[in-house]
């Protein structure tokens, strides 16, 4: 089974009192067993790691049912919302912006001859000059980042995946290649991904499971519900507690829409400037991205719709009966809130949508200059061929081995008289559609240019 310290904060509140409980494995399963206090209108239990016996103590407390218990404790999970008979499962993917630390390098001797430099050999100074040969180079942590933000003290910080290694499985040297091109690499940051599982019980009370970014949460949403003048606190509600959780979630996206855009507009100026091939590499790099940053902000849509549209369906229970609504509600207050959050993903996909459209544009702006060029090169060498066919036949022909050759007895003059009609001839004939195309244009455009005149002049007449 799954184990590890996890760091738990419960806290319960009503409209004049707040109480906040730090907790671990170990207390939390005490901390259950004691009755709630009358005075607490909603609790928060807030758990920042994943562990079965804090999961199991939790679903044995509140009834939770079995399979969102097995959702919680696999990864990966679509984005959704479940709704049981006394409680509602919500489950996302949190991406956050993270600074990203050098990884640690190790470099290995090989025992192969090839790849030892010996003096005087070239093949071992090639190989060691432009990397030829097996490579040495070794990454320790390519499959995790470590976090550094500033809501979170150094002691609280943890290796976190990054959004290729979250969705790429055991491709392990994809996501390694693709972290390590990508270019927010250049920029020492990184997307990390990670699953949010969240209960909405029917006894006002809300459960959040988090794999390591719990504080980048509890810290803004803690300072709401300590000041007893803010609306969360206010109004005593579970379901406007899950509104506040699921904004921070998006919100946590914003930041990596905004340093996109910045790293398009650059690499943009690049494009325009000085186009190359080697771009379209880090282009494809970027939309790869942004499409699974996409996905996983997209389908938050389906699940704010879910909620602000629930009406308490007749659901099956944990025993296999039906029973009437699930007895969890979300309150008008929360409904309406809910709509600023879709906003926010209607925002970030969008923003997403444009760039990625906008990488595609630049890739085929890169071939089209790239194959316009080409064309222009081939243009001008076709036209030095034109230019010296004639030329050629000509040596060739007064160049033959001939003996009654008369012509042959004449001076340098004599050539040219004969070559250049014949090289302006052949010229013409093959420039013939280019010639035709050059002078009807012109007459187009005398044409165009005499019945606007003509036009003008009789409106003025007029």
Not at 185 to 202: G, H, P, R, Y
Not at 351 to 372: E, G, K, P, Q, Y
């Amino acid at each position: 089974m799954r184990h590890e310290e996890c760091q738990i904060t419960v806290v319960d509140y009503s409209e004049t009192h707040i109480n906040i409980h730090e907790l671990d494995n170990a207390s939390l399963i005490k901390f259950l067993e004691k009755p709630q206090e009358d005075w607490v209108k909603c609790r928060w239990i807030n758990v920042n790691g994943i562990s079965w016996d804090v999961v199991q103590a939790l679903a044995q407390n509140k009834h939770l049912h079995t399979l969102a218990v097995e959702d919680v404790i696999t990864a990966n999970n679509r984005t959704k919302a479940d709704w049981y008979s006394e409680h509602t499962y919500i489950i996302m993917t949190l991406q956050k912006l993270v600074h990203r630390e050098m990884f640690d390098l190790e470099i290995k001797e090989s025992d192969s001859e090839d790849a030892t430099i010996r003096p005087g050999s070239s093949g071992g100074f090639l190989k060691s000059l432009w990397g030829w040969g097996n490579d040495t180079t070794e990454e320790t942590e390519d499959d995790f980042i470590k976090r550094h933000t500033e809501l979170v003290p150094p002691k609280s910080a943890h290796k976190l995946r990054t959004i290729q290694s979250y969705v790429g499985g055991h491709n392990h040297e994809r996501a390694a290649y693709l972290e390590k091109h990508s270019a927010l690499t250049k920029k020492n940051l990184a997307v990390s991904a990670e699953q949010v599982s969240m209960f909405l019980t029917n006894d006002n009370t809300v459960i959040a499971f988090f794999e390591h970014s719990a504080d980048d949460l509890e810290t803004p949403i803690l300072k709401r519900l300590n000041s007893p003048d803010t609306i969360l606190r206010e109004s005593c509600d579970a379901s406007m507690l899950l509104q506040a959780l699921i904004d921070g979630i998006i919100d946590l996206a914003l930041p990596i829409a905004t340093s996109y855009q910045e790293i398009i507009g650059e690499l943009e100026l690049n494009v325009l400037t000085e186009p190359s091939i080697t771009h379209t590499t880090n282009l494809y790099i970027l939309t790869s991205e942004m499409t699974k940053i996409r996905n996983f902000v997209s389908p938050a849509l389906n699940l704010i719709s879910a909620l602000r549209e629930h009406k308490e369906p007749a659901i099956r229970s944990v025993h296999g009966d039906m029973r009437k609504g699930s007895g969890v509600t979300i309150s008008p207050l929360a409904q309406t809130y809910f709509g600023d959050v879709e906003d926010h993903i209607v925002l970030i996909t969008d923003s997403l949508d444009s760039m990625r459209h906008a990488c595609d544009n630049m890739i085929d702006l890169i071939f089209n200059t790239i194959a316009a060029f080409q064309n222009e090169s081939m243009k001008q060498l076709t036209v030095v061929t034109i230019i010296f066919l004639p030329l050629s036949f000509m040596t060739g022909y007064f160049g033959m081995n001939i003996v009654d050759f008369p012509s042959i007895h004449h001076n340098e003059s004599y050539f040219w008289i004969v070559a250049a009609p014949v090289g302006i001839a052949v010229a013409l004939f093959l420039m013939k559609d280019i010639l035709k195309w050059y002078f009807t244009r012109i007459i187009q455009r005398r044409l165009i240019s005499k019945n606007r005149k003509g036009r003008l002049l009789k409106e003025k007449n007029t």
